[in-house]
T-cell receptor, first 113, second 113 residues
């Protein structure tokens, strides 16, 4: 079963706008990671946030983590057409075997020029 | 370029045929993983390995076997292919458990007819 659930399933915005996608999970975690997948390609690691961190930045990316609500959000600021991709959250859970990540079903982001 | 290489990139099999998917990484990573990706299902873990000579079952292991005879290679075998195994298969590797991001290959698109 999926540990992470992304919301929304699909998102369409104009270039320059901000894109926010959310991830909810079910059990306590060690860390939460976000990945991007361009069409027909493999996943690319974007950012990792540990369970004792609340916010992390990387370039135009901002990730927040609320362990009390078991949720995370990924904000892409000033989006570009090149940001068009699917975005996945993945969790390393203390309840499951922590040798592996469990991925959500993804948010499909379309950025129109 | 350093990374994860998957071969082949595409394959069509007839029901009942067998095949092996090869994953090779040149980053000296201990951990390697095989996922399958199906529409609306996200990524599901098939098998994984925590080091040379080790393998373990993931979420959907039935119908697949794996071997990790050399640290840099992780093979995924289908002994008797079924149409339900039509999917895109991704291999990933990681430096250490789940505290680092995964590096993914570009995928193998398999169709079983």
């Amino acid at each position: 079963s999926q540990q992470g659930e992304e919301d929304p399933q699909a998102l369409s915005i104009q270039e320059g706008e901000n894109a926010t996608m959310n991830c909810s999970y079910k059990t306590s975690i060690n860390n939460l990671q976000w990945y991007r997948q361009n069409s027909g390609r493999g996943l690319v690691h974007l950012i990792l946030i540990r369970s004792n961190e609340r916010e992390k930045h990387s370039g135009r990316l901002r990730v927040t983590l609320d362990t009390s609500k078991k949720s995370s959000s990924l904000l892409i600021t000033a989006s570009r057409a090149a940001d068009t991709a699917s975005y996945f959250c993945a969790t390393a859970s203390v309840s499951y075997n922590t040798d592996k990540l469990i991925f959500g079903t993804g948010t499909r982001l379309q950025v129109f020029p | 370029n350093a990374g994860v290489t998957q071969t082949p990139k595409f394959r069509v099999l007839k029901t009942g045929q067998s095949m092996t998917l090869l994953c090779a990484q040149d980053m000296n990573h201990e951990y390697m993983y095989w996922y399958r990706q199906d529409p609306g299902m996200g990524l599901r873990l098939i098998h994984y390995s925590v080091g040379e000579g080790t393998t373990a079952k993931g979420e959907v292991p039935d119908g697949y076997n794996v071997s990790r005879l050399k640290k840099q290679n992780f093979l995924l075998g289908l002994e008797s292919a079924a149409p339900s195994q039509t999917s895109v298969y991704f291999c990933a590797s990681s430096r250490d458990r789940v505290d680092y991001g995964y590096t993914f290959g570009s995928g193998t698109r398999l169709t079983v007819v």
